[in-house]
């Protein structure tokens, strides 16, 4: 990747002296570069003062980094001749490969990376914007770049985007002032990818934190390796994902030939590699600003200092929102602040200051630095409700503060004038992030102070909860099955893995079922046992409650006669009986085998009312007993499993565990296994259940 990304030397194929031309154009953004510079088209012997040449072959040396400023049509004898002279690396802005949808194009990109591949050349795009590295000049790119004010001066963000524009987009924060090192897009990414690029910065000195927007690849695993390097050198990894919905993953497609995939999953995966993904893409640099300039957090507590007793209001109420403390300041920070804030303040956090300030402009100093000084806040947040020159001294102020006590700042940027006075010289401290949402800061706070959770546990234990045989013996229950497996058989697998199941008789007439009923114990459920049914609800072949042989018999004519309705006798095995398990929470505990990530386990709320509640959370399998407790404990309705209605409090610990159960049953069995779900598992207190399974081996129709 050195050829590409610092290259000494770069070809311009398609150099062009007509304005306005790609040739042209990246010629022009080229002049600072500080590397040598060669130009290519046989049309000119000169263009300005570079001398150009007829050919890659012609060239007194053998660039480092080709740039094809050529159409679609000519891509092919590009790479050939780079390929032919040894060239490291090839970056082609032409458009209309795989992303026109179009077989024929599809396969000549398909052809190129092979070609690039096999000849060792590193091919960036096609359908690429380009590459801008401001330390070195190198603005490789057919667009305006944007302009910064200076190289950066020490350890900038990194962007990396799928998106071109939406990259450049990005850049022009540092017309604003902020620090960014690189920009980076790929286009189409028939070889070099967003999970090369990555990689590539997460090993960059240079670089302080990575920005990147995403749309989705064939093999996104790639890019959890990449992201594993950028957890190692502790660079904080930002993601904003695109292509979350059904349009936009149809539209991914069509853009780039990206593959969007689960949304769900790609949150679960992230969160597995501790990258932080962002809910918009106007805080994606904010964050990643953020973390680039804040050290490990020393305390969960977060206090405010604002001259405006409405800003201190909005960020109360967004630190609730986001889960964020703002815990009360120690006798020491208290008696500054009661000290040299009026009465018609708030001496506590979140802390009124007033607009006595401009009277007293050392008050403001005081109480910052004694919240800072507090061993109770990690970070200080300033609103910034005014931009103008007064207030612009405030901000070193507060850096120097930040410094003096190792923790960050942030100033939220509450007036509507964004790029007013001050601004800038909020970018530029090396201790002070600026948002320009109360709600984003929070929200970056919030994942702040969950990456540092996620790197003090350590490496990723290898545990394991189900016996060591239990992995052979339900591969052998899977492979007597059919296609869908019968509840019966998907509850004796899941009972391999040491999930506890409720017990069950099937019976082929009612009067069997009375006496197995008499003998458990009424009350008593039946369902259909059918290989043809699998969604039992649905199809009226259940019943519950049956509290005597007389509601029996009448309840299995009925479930028996909708059966019928819906599948043949010979697709019918008998009924099974169970014992009615008592009222609990109901949650539902499932597998999926996703196309890109391989298995993944899913919790969630349960019962018949799952699809409507959708309140869920989703891993990639195995998961460990935290990660599964983090999965519940994260769920909207996780409050009822704490007590609800009278209702004991359920054992979370042993919730967790069943978690991890079935999650290491879909790893194990990933060849095999489609589908589990495991709805509902009644929980009461310590007591947990599952009363009903679907296990598929291959995924379920209608």
């Known amino acids: 990747m050195r050829a590409l990304l610092d290259p000494q030397s770069i070809a311009i194929v398609g150099a062009s002296a007509r304005a306005g031309s790609f040739g ?34 012609a060239l007194p040396e053998v660039p480092d980094l080709v740039v094809a400023a050529t159409p679609m049509e000519a891509a092919e004898g590009v790479l050939q001749d780079c390929i032919t002279a040894g060239v490291g690396a090839l970056l082609l802005y032409a458009a209309g490969f795989s992303e026109t949808g179009r077989a024929e194009r599809i396969a000549l990109q398909t052809k190129l990376t092979a070609m690039a591949q096999r000849g060792g050349v590193k091919l960036v795009g096609p359908n690429c914007i380009g590459l801008v590295d401001y330390a070195r000049g190198a603005r490789i790119s057919f667009v305006a770049v944007p302009e910064a004010k200076a190289p950066p001066s020490r350890p900038a963000i990194g962007i990396v985007s799928q998106s071109g524009n939406l990259g450049f987009a990005l850049a022009q924060a540092v017309e604003a002032g902020m620090s960014i090192g690189r920009v980076l897009t790929c286009g189409n990414s028939a070889d070099v990818d967003v999970a090369d690029l990555v990689a590539a910065l997460a090993e960059d000195p240079a670089c302080s934190a990575i920005a990147l927007v995403f749309e989705g690849m064939a093999e996104p695993r790639r890019l959890i390796e990449a992201a594993d390097i950028a957890w190692a050198q502790d660079k904080p990894l930002v993601v904003y994902k695109l292509a979350t919905g059904e349009q936009g993953a149809q539209a991914a497609l069509s853009h780039t030939g990206s593959l969007a995939g689960s949304d769900a999953t790609y949150r679960a995966a992230f969160a597995r590699a501790g990258m932080v993904l962002v809910e918009g893409f106007e805080g994606l640099l904010e964050c990643a600003s953020f973390l680039a300039k804040a050290p490990a957090p020393k305390a969960a507590g977060v206090a405010v200092v604002s001259t405006s007793g409405g800003s201190a209001i909005m960020a109360a109420d967004r630190a609730e929102a986001r889960g964020v403390a703002l815990p009360q300041p120690g006798a020491e920070a208290q008696a500054v602040l009661v000290a040299r804030i009026p009465d018609f303040g708030s001496a506590r956090n979140p802390c009124d200051v007033t607009a ?36 612009t001294p405030r901000f070193a ?35 002070v992030a ?5 709600d984003r800061c929070l929200a970056a706070i919030a994942a702040w102070q969950a990456r540092a959770a996620l790197r003090a546990e350590g490496p990723r234990p290898v545990e394991r909860a189900a016996a060591p045989e239990a992995a052979a013996r339900a591969a052998a229950l899977l492979q007597a099955a059919g296609p869908v497996l019968t509840e019966r058989e998907a509850k004796a697998v899941l009972a391999e893995y040491g999930v506890p199941v409720v017990q069950e008789l099937l019976v082929a007439d009612a009067e069997e079922a009375v006496r197995v009923a008499e003998r458990i114990g009424y009350p008593v459920v039946i369902k259909v046992e059918s290989p043809a049914l699998p969604h039992k609800t649905e199809a009226g072949v259940i019943r519950l409650d049956l509290r005597d042989a007389a509601a029996l ?34 949650m539902v505990i499932g597998a999926r085998r996703d196309p890109l990530f391989g298995p993944t386990v899913v919790v969630g709320l349960g019962g018949i009312l799952v699809e409507l509640l959708r309140d869920s959370g989703v891993a990639l399998a195995p998961v460990t007993r935290a990660e599964a407790r983090r999965l519940i404990e994260g769920l909207r309705g996780a409050a009822l499993l704490r007590g609800f209605r009278g209702m004991p409090a359920v054992d979370i610990e042993r919730l967790a565990e069943v978690v991890q159960r079935v999650a290491e049953l879909a790893a194990d069995q990933a060849g095999q296994i489609a589908e589990i779900d495991v709805n509902p598992v009644i929980c009461h207190g310590a007591r947990l259940l599952a009363v009903d399974a679907l296990m598929a081996r291959s995924a379920p129709h209608g």
């Open 24 to 57: 042209e154009r990246t010629l022009r953004n080229l002049s600072g570069f500080a590397g040598r510079l060669h130009l290519v088209n046989s049309r000119y012997d000169a263009i300005g003062e570079h001398p150009c040449h007829a050919s890659i072959a």
């Open 356 to 391: 006595q300030v401009l009277n007293d402009p050392e008050s403001l100093r005081a109480c910052a630095g004694a919240l800072l000084a507090d061993p109770a806040y990690g970070t200080l947040i300033l609103p910034n409700g005014y931009a103008y020159d007064v207030a």
């Open 397 to 431: 102020m507060l850096s120097a503060l930040a410094e003096q006590h190792g923790k960050p700042a942030c100033v939220v940027w509450t007036t509507q004038w964004l790029e007013g006075p001050g601004a800038r010289e909020v970018e530029a401290e090396p201790r």
């Open 434 to 438: 600026l948002f320009r949402s109360m």
């Open 553 to 586: 018999r009448t309840a299995f004519a009925e479930v028996m006669a909708n059966a019928r309705r819906a599948t043949s006798d010979d697709r019918i095995n008998g009924v099974l009986v169970q014992p009615m398990v008592p009222q609990g929470i109901e």
